[in-house]
């Protein structure tokens, strides 16, 4: 296909940046699945309330946008120990009720983003003006912002469950929840611990996609779905997997539609997450 | 004869007639639409349960559902098949799809496959979305047809134009297939599916094959939902791949919602819990936006107050009663 080098660029630096939202939707997902066992299908509309929380801060009340993000995130990791300690703790043990109860918040926080907020689109500030340019073509500065708030955080993260006593914690109750509470680590505070962190990352990959596209209450549904097939993608638990997967498929939306045509697009996913299930069921950086 | 055979007998023909003179009592075209969307929907809700008797949840029921109602509605359209003929090719096309799918979905384990079926879902919407030529892309399939007017000696001909003589047809099916449901259930079929949900390395080591069983019980569920899809498709007479409409991941939410509200662990269940609940978000529907509030408060209250749905309901009533005779018989002889 005869595209201009120009156009490819776009595709690619499109793609990367709509990847590294996904990558921080699902280190939020996989986090809150690996130590807890839930599967948080509300964790897109937390991640909408977030960009929200964002927006009324920054364009309400003309704080500074870096500081309206993580005063979002702060917001959000407060609501996520909320939802741990009153919906989520009760049911945890059971399989069908944290998923139905996820879906229930999911349809109550998604119509009080309808009546609050209304369904007009909006969107928050950009990060920065202007481009910069990079072999032969403008890559807009925003993008880049975003990428590096990603990865930041993502290293954080990274260094958080490496290093610290309490990072240590969390791994050791995710891979072995009996031998956890033998060595006195307490459940309830790992579970508060991965529920906070996750939305704090689900509000700033919301703020990031509120910045880059649109503001919308229905936003999230979209980034929850690519979250779940990079954990499917990554493997579980796995933050390599998950940056990886998130990268792929960034890319794959953003260079297909351009490439091809937006429904294969669409195909994408389920056809490799059905092939990565046939080959290596576990994840390609998942261990069994 | 037995008292018991004499009471589902006595049952079953009140419901019955309760199922027939409900359109002529409410003669509404409003309230009769309700009632074929509600059939519908019970339709889809109690498939779903039969896919949690192996222990599985799926998020993506209403993606079998489109391919049924896509599926029946392009026969009729483009190759001119009878009505009776392409709902039931509908739904074994959604269970085709269901069969060779199931397969690769398996390899994981429970939660896992929620997750799959929800991308499966999603990702049938979008082929609908992006795919023009077939059908109709964003614009949605039009102009879906009636069934063909039938003609029986000594009645007449049968319009199904007029929607509540839609609605019978809507009630037949799902009655028989509700029917078949139940049969499917309370066989030996159905044995080894609640054997597999309660114990499934036992249920292996007995010589159940579980992969096999699975896979089958997903197909037979995704059948029931193409159906229900197709019988949807020819009452719509137009579908729409919106995500607010229809086949979108909401749907799935509130058929998951349905089926726990009534309860999944008898078959009344998700009949009572859609019954209910469309009746609730009806009334509801002066609230407008703030509906969906409503059916997700529920949903969480239900939930978390009495696990077991609306059918633990009776159960617990007799218990707090026999608690409470009991204590005051104690305080009597005290």
Known sequence: MDLPAQVWMQAIVNGFALGWLYVLMALGLTLIL?????????????YMIGAYVTYYCCVSFGVNLYASMFISMAVMAGFGLFLERFLFRPVRAQILAPIVISLGLTLILMSTAVVGFGLYERSIPRLAQ?????????????????????????LLLYLFLKKSRFGQAMVASAQSREGAILRGISP???????MAIGCALAAAGGTLAGSILMLTPSMGTLPLVKGLVIIVLGGMGSLLGAAIGGIFLGLVDGI????FSPGLTSLAPLVVVIVILLVRPQGLFGHE | MNRKLLITIISIVVLAAVLITLPIALNNVYWTSILVIMGVNILLVSSLRTIKLVGHISLGHVGFSLIGAYGSALLVMKLGLSFWISILLGGLMAAVVALALAYPFLQVKGIYFALLTLLTAETFRLIAWYWPSLTGGFWGLL?????????????????????????????????????VLYRLEHSHLGFKWIAIQDAEALAQSVGINVKWHKMLNFAIACFFAGLAGALF?????????????????????????????GGESKFSGPVIGTVILTIISELGRALGEYQPMMIGAIAIFVMLLMPEGLIGLPKRGKLWYRRSLHQTKRMRSA
């Open chain 1, 188 to 194: 309830n505070v790992m579970s508060s611990m991965a």
């Open chain 1, 256 to 259: 297909i539609p351009v490439a």
């Open chain 2, 143 to 179: 102009k879906i047809p009636s069934p063909n007017p039938i003609t029986i000696p000594l009645i007449g001909t049968i319009n199904f134009e007029n929607i509540s003589n839609y609605y019978y047809v809507v009630a037949v099916i799902v009655s028989l297939s509700l029917f």
């Open chain 1, 130 to 154: 202007g481009s910069v340019v990079f072999i032969g073509s403008a890559v807009p500065k925003d993008r880049i912002i975003a990428v590096g708030f990603a990865v930041a955080l993502l």
């Open chain 1, 34 to 46: 690996s130590i807890m066992g839930i599967l948080q299908l509300a964790h897109g509309e937390v």
């Open chain 2, 233 to 261: 498709a020819h009452y719509q007479h137009a579908l729409s791949p919106d995500s607010t409409a229809r086949f979108g991941v909401l749907m799935s939410i509130y058929l998951v919602v349905y089926m726990v509200v």
